[in-house]
Structure formats: C-alpha cells, structure tokens
C-alpha cells in the first residue's frame, strides 16, 4: 500500500490561468473522490469516480472545473479561468467500493493552490 | 444527512483518557456515524464508524447513545501525536460511493 499520492503539493498561479492536479489512487482502489479544504473548514465534497465513471458532482463543482479518470486509475482535476476564490487544498482520496460494504477514504496530502 | 455538532477545541493530557462529543439529535435510521482525524498539513485519516452498537478498534472506541442522538469518540491514552482536527460525520452508506461532508470538527490539543 503505497498510500494516495498527489501531485503537485503546491500551485501558484495567476488568476485566470488554467492549472491541472493529478492524483494516484490505491492501486486496487476503484472509487475515488475529489475534495477542497479552506483554510479553518473542513474538506468539502467535489466529485466521485467508480472506476471511470464520474456518478456525483457536488454544486461546488462549477462549470470551469473538470475532473477525468480516463482509465480508472489516475485522475485529473482541472481549474480554468482561475479565482482567487479557488484558493484551496484539494484532497484526493481513494477507496475500494462493493455491494454492501464501507471501506474508508484514503487521502493524500492534497495540492496547495494559490491563485494571486 | 443529519447534522453534527462538536465542540470547536479540546484538551488532553498525554496519557489520559481523551473524549470527543458529537451531538447528531436528527440522525435518522440509516445513517452511520463515522470518525476522522486530521494531522496539520496531511489529508483526513479514517478512525472508525458505528450504525448502532459500540464499535472498538485499535485506535478508538466510538460509543454511541440508545437513542443515537450522539455520541462520543474515545483515546484511551491519548499521545502527542494524537492532537489533530477530529471529524464526526453522519451520512447513509448508499450508493453514492458514501462521499462524506465534514463540518469543522474538533481541534484536539495533546499536552505533556
């Protein structure tokens, strides 16, 4: 169990550039989940992926962002036109879903951005 | 999903006992109770969950109410590694792949 990983840990951009995260899941994990952390709150649900299949989106996610798992491995989450309001944490997590089953989140260490 | 709520800080000394509450007067009968923590600078960490009975594992020990209207986290001994944000979060295991909404949790200090 290398653990979820994330890269990168942190982003500066400047506003109304477009930037992409990337994150590795649990290699046999096949759900994965997109989170954002503000500073003093706590993580606030994105997106969820089974395998390739993006089946939630919260109303957090608007349209200038876009998240992929193309293969139902890795994914990409992608800001464009970036606001100084995207600055965030941005969790992935990971977990191995199943008929009647809870298997807890793993998390990464998440990616820092900040928009300036 | 019912809403929780846990008080903003608490204190522990390192060895003790640490008891974190968690209020959830509107939890329904399908909603499990689950626990996470998380350390500065590092994603949240799976603790444990419980639907009605008490729940122990090696790292906690959930205890929940007859009338599961709360319910309260416990560190039997409670270390300095153990001072984190701690999350309880109340939601349907259904089939929305449980994605969980945290609130802002409790801001556990351990002290020597």
């Known amino acids: 169990d290398t653990g979820v990983s994330q890269d990168p840990r942190h982003k500066i951009t400047k506003r109304g550039q477009n930037v992409t995260f990337r994150c590795d899941p649990i290699?046999?994990?096949?759900?994965l989940y997109w989170y954002r952390q503000t500073l003093g709150q706590g993580p606030e649900f994105l997106t969820y992926?089974?395998?390739?299949?993006?089946?939630?989106k919260s109303r957090l996610l608007s349209d200038r962002f876009s998240a992929e798992r193309p293969k139902g491995s890795f994914s990409t989450l992608e800001i464009q036109r970036t606001e100084q309001g995207d600055s965030a944490m941005y969790l992935c997590?990971?977990?191995?879903?199943?008929?009647?089953?809870?298997?807890?989140?793993?998390f990464g260490n998440g990616t820092r951005l900040t928009v300036t | 999903d019912a809403k929780t709520t846990q008080p903003t800080s608490m204190d522990c000394a390192e060895g003790r006992a640490a008891n974190l509450p968690c209020n959830h007067s509107?939890?329904?009968?399908?909603?499990?109770v689950y626990w996470y923590r998380q350390i500065h600078s590092q994603g949240p960490q799976y603790i444990i969950h419980?639907?009605?009975n008490n729940e122990t594992n090696e790292m906690a020990s959930l205890i929940i109410t007859e009338d599961r209207k709360s319910s309260t986290l416990i560190l039997p001994h409670a270390t300095l590694r153990d001072t984190a944000v701690y999350y309880c979060?109340?939601?349907?295991?259904?089939?929305?792949?449980?994605?969980?909404?945290f609130g802002k949790g409790t801001s556990l200090l351990v002290t020597p």
């Open positions: 419980g639907l009605k």
């Open positions: 290699s046999e994990h096949n759900r």
């Open positions: 509107t939890i329904s009968g399908n909603e499990y």
């Open positions: 997590a990971s977990s191995l879903g199943g008929p009647g089953r809870y298997s807890p989140l793993h």
């Open positions: 979060i109340v939601r349907v295991a259904g089939n929305s792949g449980y994605a969980l909404n």
């Open positions: 992926f089974q395998n390739e299949a993006q089946l939630e």
